[in-house]
């Protein structure tokens, strides 16, 4: 799927910074992207690269802290970074809903499961509108879980990893938003949960319409769910396409090397692939491309001089492999 028409939402040259040792450091530089409507867009990279910061700026989450430097997101053309707490209140759980890391944390533990949906329903709807209490069952079977009342009286803890992450996503999908957020959501879960999880994204996707943001540091997992997958490296988007595309022919010399670090487990002959090379801290990355310190096929230039995300065409004809193009088609480094 690509985008259509206008975008449901489009970040647009976005710059956070944390407060730090007595000043500011820039964790976000200058990311831009945007999903379509009914589209799974996939952020990946490295732990500490600042997907989980853009996408909690989606949200208005931002901790004092934090604060944006430049830019701008628009969901719908309203920009998000205007709104007031008013405002993203009525926003957020609405019209656009968040998929925690972790459903332990995320969870009220003196809660029941069934009541703790309850709230989320009564905080969006109007008052009087009624079903709401009908509404839960529905939900909870939406997403595999068992609607008996005996269930939905438990608590957080008497529930299995998978399903407090269902119970979360049931919350998320509760007012039937136009955008779901979900950061990692099935880090620390087996497995075979973590697919079952995977899958019922996938159906409720399809059932639904709706659009996602999908963050992880786990491209064999997004290859699974995501129509494109934006590919972030300290704090700057590098590279921006197809997800079929992006596997079949990865443009930017970080890409490779994570598709080449994911194991292969049909060809045990084949040898492993290089790990990639010389992780350094934010302050000590050059002012040019951050990437060249690990980059094989950098060059003086690439220390110096600053790099965006250019149109490049589907044939990659001749270059070296981070060279970016002008001839039209999605965005890449």
Known sequence: MTVVGEPLLEVRKLSVAYHQGGGWVRVVDHVSFSIGKGEAFGLVGESGCGKSTVALQLLGHRHPSV????????????????????QLDVLRGNRVSFVPQNPTTALNPGMRVGRQLTEVLAAHRPAGGGGTDRS?????????????????????????????????????????????????????????????????LVALRARLGMSMLYVTHDLGLLSQIADRMGVMYAGRMVEVAPTARLFLDPFHPYTRGLIASIPHMDDWSAPPSPPLRGLLQRQSLPKGCPFSPRCEYAVVDCFEERQELLPAGGDKGEGSPGEARASGGESFF
């Open 136 to 200: 839960v069952p529905e939900l909870f079977n939406l997403v595999g879980l068992t609607d008996t009342p005996a269930f939905m009286r438990r608590y957080p803890h008497q529930l299995s990893g998978g399903q407090q992450q269902r119970v979360c996503i049931a919350m998320a999908l509760a007012c039937e938003p136009d955008l779901v957020v979900l950061d990692e959501p099935t880090t620390g879960l087996d497995v075979t949960t973590q697919e079952q999880i995977v899958s019922l």
């Open 67 to 86: 604060r944006v430097e430049s830019g701008s997101i628009l969901f719908k053309g309203q920009d998000l970074l205007a709104l007031n707490r008013t």
